[in-house]
């Protein structure tokens, strides 16, 4: 009975390990960044540490119309570090249909 519950020990630590392992490569992306996050700004200089987030999408006119119009979003916002901009692309990529490949986060 002992070897049972030992095995059964050693088995749960494994399982345990596993999921804490893979833990932090889901919880990289922050998942509670508004689109409102960063701050506006111009494009900072080379060198100065800052975070910039650059994001091209489209989304659904607000005005009713026969065709299926859609609008250009296109923002830029600057941060302290890239996982609050990588929070805040996810966001944008879920709320908005990034169809462009020009989103991204980059250090300046």
């Known amino acids: 009975m002992k070897h049972i519950v030992f095995a059964?020990?050693?088995?749960?630590a494994a399982i345990l390990q596993s999921f804490a392992s893979s833990a932090p490569a889901e919880a990289?992306?922050?998942?509670?960044?508004?689109?409102?996050?960063?701050?506006r700004c111009n494009t900072p200089p080379r060198?100065?540490?800052?975070?910039?987030?650059?994001?091209?999408?489209?989304?659904e006119s607000p005005f009713i119309s026969d065709?299926?119009?859609?609008?250009p979003?296109?923002?830029?916002?600057?941060f302290t570090s890239m996982e609050e901009c990588q929070g805040w692309l996810y966001t944008m990529q879920t709320k908005y249909d990034a169809?462009?490949?020009?989103?991204?986060?980059r250090r300046r």
Do not use: M, W
């Open 28 to 39: 990289a992306v922050l998942k509670n960044v508004s689109e409102y996050a960063g701050q």
């Open 67 to 71: 065709n299926d119009a859609r609008v």
């Open 73 to 78: 979003v296109d923002r830029f916002r600057c």
């Open 8 to 12: 059964f020990l050693i088995g749960s």
């Open 47 to 59: 060198g100065s540490g800052v975070v910039v987030g650059i994001f091209h999408g489209v989304k």
């Open 99 to 105: 169809g462009i490949p020009t989103t991204s986060c």
